[in-house]
């Protein structure tokens, strides 16, 4: 998300962060480090989260999905 992005989410968005396994075997203590950054980011959001075993995404160069399993993904969900 950029910047100019960040400052329009509303006090009232609900934030989910989907981590791979594979980042906190890596991270270890330090996922902590992680999931602090972006509640000082969002400060007046609800924030919640998952951990996952991965992502399947498109591979343009083996042209066949590929799986991915050390990713942070964050999604904002508010009302229009």
Partial sequence: ???????HVQSNALILMFSCIGRRLSLKERVIDEIEAVKNIFEHTCLSGFYTYGEI?????KGQPSMQNQALAITTIEEC
């Fill in 1 to 7: 998300m950029r910047q100019n992005q960040i400052s």
């Fill in 57 to 61: 995404i498109p591979d343009k160069h």
